[in-house]
């Protein structure tokens, strides 16, 4: 059994958190929450940690109660919580043997699972955590949460204000650490790591607005996207924003993304737009949608 | 130094004991450039942005902000540029107003400019009905757009915009990003770093920091051309693998 949340909310005084939430994440499930700065994504690993009780609704993690085991949860779950919170004056062998040690546990027992990443930050074993390079902080905390073999492993945004090199490694981490069967619930803001996660909720302003595995998302997405390019990219947005049969338009990187209000739309017309425009080098082609094309969508 | 060089950096330095941050890094930047300066945790960006918004002497070298020298004039640097990063932006206790107050005071505007800038930025934001609440109640992504805005009170020549976007939702991003480009477009100088390789696309040109080194310099499509991919993002992993 992994997580099951059932129907939870949550309001700090006049602001409702998150609202009406509900997902489950089977046992060996690497399970992604994907939203931007203040969706709730903090609240919910707050409550499923058992660190704040919801207002409503239910919450079980490897079958135990939030609310009424909390202890017996506490002992089997692992969370590295969004801010940096190991001991800074500890050296990076002392957090994760005082780690080890509150568990009842020993470094030598499970470094099995925790070998991959700490072989990478040994060399510095012997420098206070404080002093750390953020990428290798993260590795560290990623250590202390793991080693006393947890069943479940909360990370709230464990990639944020890291660069995409170290974000990559983080995300090879996380895929090998589901051949040890341990339920991984993650969050990130960065929408292209949604792909790397078996099934994902996108949360935005509380509610969750939808669950799936990211390929289905992608299939079932029932939007034509046109990339659009040409040689100036600021008036193209403007032009494409102005364009009658607009539904949406956003920049992604080199291109446009956009969406026409009705699929009747053919890429002759867009292009024909673009040329009175006095537009050149245009290039219009229908693509795949990103996860952070069907988010934008649905917000 | 050419009226069209917003930025000239020669050689720029910094030591720590014995342990180099930036090692000589050498680039200029122009009017109205949207001017994106990459690189991985710990390669040396921010200790070079501290030496070109005037807060941290150069060990060695010279930089020239907006015309002064960051050695010896760095009250004018400072005078003469915007800057706003995801950590320090405004204050969350004070209101939309006091911020703008605060920081037109600063900047040294006169009552009246700040009063009429006031308005305007408001207006132009929508934030009419917000103006008296406390910035920490505002989601993040207005709360950066603000912040923003409250940078360029002072109409500097330059902006430094340190992870801007950071954990904004991706909607807000885009309007975050349509604010620079509108800046860019009447000759403002756009000085911006991020960890959002489709941000990097949208630089005129990028640099890329490896090791306290600027290993790649060139636009967006001159950089993917010469390493061969199809996007920012490769162009990133494959500077930073190469070095390990």
């Known amino acids: 059994m992994g997580i099951l949340v059932e129907n939870i909310s949550k309001k700090y005084q006049n602001t409702t958190a998150i609202q009406d939430i509900s997902f489950e994440v089977n046992k060996g499930e ?38 009424q085991q909390y202890k017996q949860i506490r002992n089997i779950v692992g969370y590295m919580p969004g801010k ?160 009658e049969h607009k539904h949406s338009v956003f920049a992604f990187g080199d291109s446009m993304h956009f969406i026409a209000k009705t699929d009747l739309v053919s890429k002759k017309e867009i292009e024909n737009y673009l040329k009175t425009k006095n537009h050149s080098d245009i290039e219009v082609n229908k693509i795949e949608p990103t996860i952070e094309d069907i988010f934008m969508d649905l917000s | 130094m050419p009226q069209n060089t917003m930025i000239k950096v020669e050689n720029l330095t910094k030591t720590f004991g014995n342990f180099t941050a930036v090692k000589g890094i050498s680039f200029d930047v122009k009017k109205g450039e949207i001017f994106g300066f990459l690189g991985a945790n710990g390669a040396g960006k921010t200790t070079a942005i501290k030496m070109l918004i005037g807060i941290s002497k150069p060990t060695r070298g010279t930089a020239v902000v907006a015309g002064f020298d960051v050695q010896t004039d760095s009250e004018k640097v400072k005078r003469n540029i915007g800057y706003m990063s995801q950590k320090f932006s405004m204050y969350d206790d004070l209101t939309i107003r006091e911020n703008i107050v605060f920081f037109g005071g600063i900047y040294g505007l006169s009552r009246q400019e700040i009063k009429q800038k006031t308005e305007q930025l408001v207006q132009e934001l929508e934030l009419e009905n917000y103006i008296d609440q406390l910035v920490i109640s505002l989601p993040l992504g207005w709360k950066q757009k603000l912040a923003f805005s409250v940078a360029m009170l002072h109409e500097p ?26 800046k860019a477009h009447t000759g403002t100088t756009i000085f911006v770093t991020t960890h959002y390789m489709d941000e990097a696309e949208y630089c005129d040109r990028v640099s ?33 693998r190469n070095i390990e």
């Open chain 1, 30 to 67: 690497l399970f992604g929450l994907i939203g931007p700065d203040g969706a709730g994504k903090t609240t919910i690993f707050r409550i499923v940690t058992t660190l704040l009780i919801p207002n409503s609704g239910k919450v079980t993690v490897a079958g135990l109660d939030v609310v």
């Open chain 1, 84 to 243: 940096f919170s190991l001991y800074q004056d500890l050296t990076v062998e002392e957090n994760l043997q005082f780690f080890a040690t509150i568990f009842g546990t020993t470094i030598s027992e499970n470094y099995h699972l925790i070998k991959d990443i700490y072989t990478q930050i040994e060399p510095y074993k012997a420098r206070r955590a404080g002093a750390l390079s953020g990428g290798m902080k993260q590795k560290l905390a990623l250590c202390c949460a793991l080693i006393h073999k947890p069943k479940v492993l909360f990370l709230d945004e464990p990639t944020t204000g890291v660069d995409p090199v170290s974000r990559k490694e983080f995300w090879e981490m996380l895929k090998r650490l589901k051949q040890f069967g341990i339920t991984i619930l993650v969050s990130t803001p960065y929408m292209d790591e949604a792909s790397l996660c078996d099934r994902i909720a996108l949360i935005q302003k509380g509610k969750i607005l939808k669950i799936d595995t990211p390929q289905r998302l992608i299939q079932n997405f029932s939007k034509i996207i046109w990339n659009i390019k040409s040689s100036n990219k600021y008036l193209l947005l403007e032009d494409l924003k102005a364009f």
């Open chain 2, 208 to 240: 890329i920091m490896v090791d306290g080194s600027i290993e790649a310099l060139d636009s967006p499509k001159g950089l993917k051309e010469i390493y061969g991919v199809n996007s920012m993002n490769d162009v990133f992993l494959k500077l930073a």
């Open chain 2, 157 to 182: 020549q330059i902006v430094f915009l340190d992870e801007p976007t950071g954990g904004v939702d991706p909607i807000t991003r885009r309007q975050f990003w349509e604010m620079i480009y509108a």
